[in-house]
């Protein structure tokens, strides 16, 4: 019974997206018109235009209607959010050590300061920690926490550098993109646990997070802007922006099973992605 309530909730949900286009217009004005905005979307995020990978246009029309479903499927207010960020958080914080006195603390709650009157939403909910890893990273989760390795700020050579990367993850908390990865989870989790047995449930996580990787790389190229149009409205130089993919790119194997089988695009894509879209504005 449970697993035929899934099905059918998700069904219906994916018949009322589609009935609330087909109720303005004739199907084949809809399909015409959804298809053209998609089009333009998908310059704006860098997905169809020649800076990136023949792969992104593709991947950028399936994210789309992935969130479409996502939206309507689970809807989260804020208090939701700001619960599940803080149990992530309280799980990272015993995982991995978090450094209160690390030398870059102050410029990162700095360049936090500045770029948070650009963000559209939630302005008083951003938060950064740091964590005591070698591994050059950052990433952001629901409820505003954005964490950044130590091995990450010693990577950067300049505040403008850092002041993107902290950006970029603004940005994919301002664009909702933590909360649609929970919510992907969640139903990968929940279809495990409707079959009643473990190993199915992290099969489907698995599933999500490796088979379906590239489609979250559209995500990669809209915090990217976003990042890139926080920096510059807080008066960094957005041209240091792709100073990180610079030194990243001479590292990575652009073979098309890295492609399909990563979560974020290609370095020298995005790098390229970013300049053009500089350039345009």
């Not at 479409?68 to 799980?91: C, F, I, P, Q």
Request: proline share 2%.
């Amino acid at each position: 019974m449970k697993k035929n309530r899934f099905i059918v909730t998700m069904l219906f949900w994916i018949t009322m997206v589609m009935a609330e286009a087909s109720a303005q217009q004739t199907v084949s004005d809809t399909v015409g018109n959804w298809y053209s905005q998609l089009k333009e979307r998908a310059y704006g995020a860098g997905g169809q235009s020649a800076c990136g990978h023949f792969m992104d246009g593709p991947a950028f029309f399936a994210k789309q209607t992935e969130n479409t479903v996502l939206d309507r499927a689970l809807v989260l207010e804020d208090k939701d959010e700001m619960e599940v960020g803080s149990r992530y958080h309280n799980e990272i914080s015993k995982e991995s050590e978090i450094v209160q006195d690390h030398w870059a603390r102050k410029q990162v709650e700095g360049i936090l300061q500045k770029m948070l009157p650009f963000v559209d939403r939630r302005k008083d909910m951003y938060r950064i920690s740091i964590i005591d890893l070698e591994e050059i990273n950052a990433f952001a989760t629901m409820g505003g926490y954005i964490y950044l390795t130590t091995g990450i700020l010693d990577f950067v050579e300049s505040e403008d550098e850092l002041a993107f990367i902290i950006g970029h993850e603004m940005a994919h908390i301002d664009k909702y993109h933590t909360q649609r990865k929970y919510k992907k989870l969640f139903f990968a989790q929940s279809f495990g646990q409707i079959l009643t047995m473990e190993s199915l449930a992290k099969m489907a996580v698995d599933i999500n997070q490796v088979l379906f990787a590239a489609f979250d790389q559209p995500d990669e190229y809209e915090a990217d802007k976003g990042g890139v149009n926080l920096m510059r409205k807080a008066g960094y130089d957005p041209e240091r922006s792709v100073d990180f993919f610079t030194k990243r790119e001479k590292y990575q194997n652009r073979s098309l099973l890295n492609k399909l089988t990563s979560t974020h695009p290609f370095a020298a894509d995005r790098k390229s992605c970013i300049l053009t879209y500089i350039s345009n504005n």
